[in-house]
């Protein structure tokens, strides 16, 4: 049975096709304008890297900012759903996905199966995102990808108190200005946006194991820090961490495919 | 967000200036001060005391002392209105409500400093996404007549929200008066909350934007106060610049310690 996810982002569009639980391939690229050109670019890669016609898929499952607008799926999901599933499939102790995006940042309760039992997401305030590592990035005057390993230098980390992502921009600014230690400022950036983030796992509760999905789990310094909060070391994932929504929603195709198979109607399983 | 100066000698005020920036506060003091002087036409020798206040009050070179914005505000206000008995401030990322007593005095205050909802950095934000410059934001543009209703409060969403409008072909008018008049309600919101005793005026670069005025007026049945037409702006350097000529300096330390424990400090809305 061979089943494909594609998870349109804002940034990234992502896909990865699955044959009898094994991933067979994966691919990111750059999001365009329109989501259905993302979602073409994406499939036409993968699947010309991998020899498969389109045809041949039995099940395909778009999730993400533009998975509505997906003519080739025969079904969309949220992504909230997919992430849950791909991390609970790639590590099946897990219990709660942490998963944080650019705008957005959600805690993820999963149950045994993989299913989506409940979730909290920031709603009102950035301050939990990659957007705010993105503004402290850049008032430290370093790529975003850099504050991880940066922040792993600090000897004496600088405590940061303001939890709007444009305060604390401002804030990284005078401390730079003031001449701290760069590696302690970004270190007290990622323990900002952490105990921002742990504001969503304690509101729906932490239980082991637990995965840090998205953007920001490539912020090696921001998951030390959450570990921390945590007391528990996280997940570790052999696939890039932002494919785990594309591979989530194959993994839902393909249970979707076994339902049909076992001819059990409703939506249960996938919800 | 900007540097502001005042000058002024035993007549009254000589010279105000007005310095947006980017980069450092104690950069942006010292070339605000340059202006301010150049424009007066007086060498730095001539001052006789200086002070500095705000967000970067701390971090001036060669200031006699640091006194809180709301310290200065209040002595300003007194000076160019007897009358006012409240006082709403919003800068760029000041956001502060405080009443003066009868007798001259700080009374209550109510301060957001978690947040950026409400305060002229929301503008900002929101204003550079959709490319209004400074001049448009506080003239015709930002008094559509069809606001629209913005729901975010953090200014990050704020832009997106404020984008996907634009793109789904709504009026850039419109989607900034909305964005506008969200700012407004959040400032009366703290307003209401520390309790309005008349009359009111409004200080800070937001008071310049006529629309946050106008809604701000008819949410809270009040006309502001008159400040003998001074730049909204430039109201706390003033005030700086009045303590300074009163000897504040002398102790300014102790000043600064009574009136933060005056402050109450409000958490995250």
């Known amino acids: 049975m061979l089943t494909a996810g594609c998870d349109i982002g804002a940034l990234t569009t992502k896909a990865a096709v699955i044959r009898d639980g094994v991933i067979l391939g994966c691919e990111v690229v750059r999001s365009r304008a329109k989501a259905l050109q993302s979602a073409t670019d994406v499939m036409d890669k993968l699947l010309g890297g991998l020899g498969i016609q389109y045809g041949h898929i039995d099940y395909c499952i778009s999730t993400g900012y533009g998975r509505n607008l997906v003519p080739f799926a025969q079904r969309n999901m949220s992504e909230i759903s997919c992430h849950a599933r791909g991390a609970h499939w790639l590590a099946p102790s897990v219990r709660t996905v942490i998963d944080g995006g650019g705008q957005d940042c959600k805690a993820i309760r999963v149950d045994g199966q ?9 709603t009102k305030c950035a301050a939990g995102t990659g957007k705010a590592l993105e503004l402290m990035a850049r008032s430290l005057g370093v790529e975003v990808s850099e504050l991880g390993p940066l922040s792993l230098q600090a000897k004496e980390p600088v405590i940061m108190n303001k939890p709007c992502c444009i305060l604390m921009q401002i804030e990284v600014k005078r401390l730079v200005f003031e001449g701290r230690d760069r590696a302690d400022i970004a270190a007290g950036a990622n323990d900002m946006v952490a105990r921002e983030i742990m504001h969503l796992v304690r509101d729906i509760g932490q239980e082991n194991d637990i995965a840090v999905t998205g953007g920001v789990a490539k912020n090696v310094g921001l998951v030390r820090c959450l570990e921390k909060y945590l007391g528990v070391a996280s997940v570790r994932f052999s696939v890039d961490t932002q494919l785990i929504g594309a591979i989530g929603a194959a993994v839902l195709a393909a249970d979707r495919c076994w339902e049909a198979v076992a001819d059990r109607s409703g939506d249960g399983a996938t919800r | 967000m900007s540097a502001k100066a005042a000058i002024i000698d035993d007549s009254g005020p000589l010279a105000f200036e007005i310095l947006p920036y980017t980069g450092f506060p104690q950069e942006a003091a010292t070339a605000v001060m340059e202006k301010v002087l150049a424009r007066a036409g007086a060498a730095h020798s001539k001052v006789a ?32 209105n007897a009358n006012v008995r409240t006082v709403i401030n919003v800068g760029g990322h000041s956001f502060t409500v405080f009443h003066i007593d009868d007798t001259g005095g700080l009374g209550e205050s109510a301060i957001t400093d978690m947040c950026t909802a409400g305060m002229g950095m929301f503008l900002d934000v929101v204003s550079t996404a959709l490319e209004i410059s400074p001049d448009e934001m506080s003239g015709e543009l ?23 409008l634009i793109n789904e072909g709504y009026d850039r008018c419109d989607v900034f008066a909305g964005v506008t008049s969200a700012v407004a309600n959040k400032i009366a919101g703290l307003a209401r909350r520390l309790g ?21 007026e008819k949410n809270l049945g009040i006309r502001f106060a008159d400040l003998a037409g001074i730049d909204p702006q430039v109201v706390a350097a003033y005030g700086a610049a009045l303590l300074a000529r ?13 009136a933060a424990e005056r402050l109450h400090r409000e958490g995250k809305p």
């Open chain 2, 142 to 164: 930002s008094l559509s007549g069809k606001p629209l209703f913005i729901d975010n409060q953090c200014p990050i969403f704020a832009e997106s929200e404020a984008l996907s």
């Open chain 2, 246 to 258: 009163e000897g504040c300096s002398l102790d300014s330390q102790s000043l600064s310690s009574t």
């Open chain 2, 49 to 80: 005391r200086f002070l500095s206040t705000g967000f970067g009050g701390k971090a001036v070179p060669h200031s006699d002392g640091a006194v809180p914005d709301t310290v200065c505000l209040q002595r300003a206000v007194r000076k160019l």
């Open chain 1, 114 to 122: 993989g299913k989506l039992s409940d979730f909290r997401m920031n």
């Open chain 2, 196 to 216: 309005l005793k008349e009359e009111v005026a409004m200080v800070g670069g937001v008071a310049k934007n006529r629309l946050v005025k106008a809604i701000l």
